[in-house]
């Protein structure tokens, strides 16, 4: 395992302008891919959605537009501001009214 102090910090001062927006659909970009966290920020289209699949456990945070995520059998509205936590094995999905960018943590598997 690395020595913690030989880690750089990861310094992204505008994620939103990471997001990638394509009409073929969401094209994630992973901020951090590893064994025991992945965070990535993702772009939708309006009207593009993620079709709900179970996970492991994550946050949603939304950083611009508005849309509606379900959890299971909860479907709630998101905009800029709004986080939504999706416990272990939740099938969760969502689609965008307007542009949508959310940065997405979630645990490894």
Same mark, same amino acid.
């Given at each position: 395992?690395?020595? $913690? &102090?030989?880690?750089?910090?990861?310094?992204? $001062?505008?994620?939103?302008?990471?997001?990638?927006?394509? &009409?073929? !659909?969401?094209? $994630?970009?992973?901020? #951090?891919?590893?064994?025991?966290?992945?965070?990535?920020?993702?772009?939708? =289209?309006? /009207?593009?959605?993620?079709?709900?699949?179970?996970?492991?456990?994550?946050?949603?945070?939304?950083?611009? /537009?508005? @849309?509606?995520?379900? #959890?299971?059998?909860?479907?709630? $509205?998101?905009?800029? !501001?709004?986080?939504?936590?999706?416990?272990? !094995?939740?099938?969760? /999905?969502? =689609? &965008? @009214?307007?542009?949508?960018?959310?940065?997405? &943590?979630?645990? !490894? =598997?």
């Amino acid at each position: 395992m690395p020595n $913690p &102090a030989t880690i750089p910090a990861l310094h992204y $001062p505008v994620v939103r302008d990471l997001a990638l927006f394509d &009409a073929a !659909g969401p094209r $994630p970009q992973f901020l #951090v891919d590893g064994a025991k966290l992945k965070v990535l920020v993702a772009a939708l =289209e309006p /009207g593009q959605c993620i079709p709900a699949h179970p996970e492991t456990l994550a946050i949603y945070y939304f950083i611009e /537009g508005d @849309g509606m995520m379900t #959890v299971n059998d909860d479907t709630f $509205p998101v905009q800029a !501001g709004t986080a939504v936590i999706a416990p272990p !094995g939740a099938s969760r /999905g969502m =689609e &965008a @009214g307007t542009r949508l960018v959310f940065l997405a &943590a979630k645990a !490894g =598997e």
